[in-house]
C-alpha cells in the first residue's frame, strides 16, 4: 500500500503557463503598438507640415448680426473639397470635436470647445450639401452636412453633423440662398 502512495506523491503535473513567455510577448506586443502610434503621429504632423502654405483660420467679426440659424453638434474634419478623403490637419482642422455653428449674414461662425474656432465669411462660402462620408466617418446618405468654403486659394469640405439631424436640410437650404445672393451682388 505504501509503494502505491509513493507512487502516486511523486508525479508532479507540467507547468500549465510559461510566464516568461507570455511576458516576452506582451512585452513585444505593447512595443508594436506603441511603433504604430508613434508612426500614426509622425504621419499626421507631416501631413500637417505638408498643409503649412494655408494661411491662419479668419476669426469671428466682433458685431457678426443676429442668427440665422443655430446647431450644435460634431465637427468632423476638414478636407480638400471633392476628395473626402483627403483630410486637412494644419490649424487645428483635422481635430474632432463637439462644435456650435451660427450663421449670420457676416458668415458661418464655428465654435469648437477644446479646439481652434474659426468663421468662413459669407463671401468665402461655395456650397452646402448633405453627403454620408468625409475622411474618418461614415453615416447613412445625408447625414452629415457638408459646408464648402474657399480658403487661401483652397476649396475645402468640412463636415458637421447636429445633435437633431432634422435640422440639416434647413441649413442646406438657408446657406445656398445666401450664397446664391451673395454670388448675385459681386
Do not use: C
Not at 504604430?36 to 469671428?60: H, I
Not at 442668427?67 to 473639397?81: E, F, N, P, Q, V
Not at 450639401?129 to 487661401?152: F, M, N, P, Q, S
Amino acid at each position: 500500500m505504501t509503494s502505491l502512495y509513493l507512487l502516486a506523491a511523486e508525479k508532479t503535473s507540467a507547468d500549465v503557463t510559461n510566464w516568461p513567455a507570455r511576458i516576452g510577448w506582451l512585452v513585444g506586443l505593447a512595443l508594436f503598438v506603441a511603433l504604430v502610434y508613434w508612426l500614426m503621429r509622425e504621419g499626421w504632423k507631416w501631413r500637417g507640415t505638408l498643409q503649412s502654405d494655408l494661411p491662419e483660420l479668419p476669426g469671428a467679426p466682433d458685431s457678426p448680426g443676429e442668427a440665422r440659424l443655430t446647431m450644435r453638434g460634431r465637427y468632423h474634419g476638414s478636407t480638400t473639397a471633392g476628395q473626402w478623403l483627403d483630410r486637412i490637419v494644419a490649424h487645428g482642422l483635422g481635430t474632432r470635436s463637439r462644435v456650435e455653428l451660427t450663421l449670420t449674414d457676416a458668415g458661418l461662425d464655428v465654435v469648437r470647445p477644446g479646439a481652434s474656432d474659426f468663421f468662413v465669411p459669407a463671401e468665402r462660402l461655395r456650397e452646402a450639401r448633405l453627403d454620408k462620408g468625409i475622411a474618418g466617418k461614415v453615416l447613412t446618405e445625408g447625414g452629415l452636412l457638408i459646408v464648402t468654403w474657399e480658403h487661401g486659394g483652397k476649396l475645402i469640405d468640412s463636415g458637421f453633423r447636429s445633435d437633431h439631424a432634422a435640422e440639416h436640410p434647413a441649413w442646406v437650404d438657408t446657406l445656398n440662398q445666401m450664397i446664391n445672393k451673395t454670388e448675385g451682388a459681386r
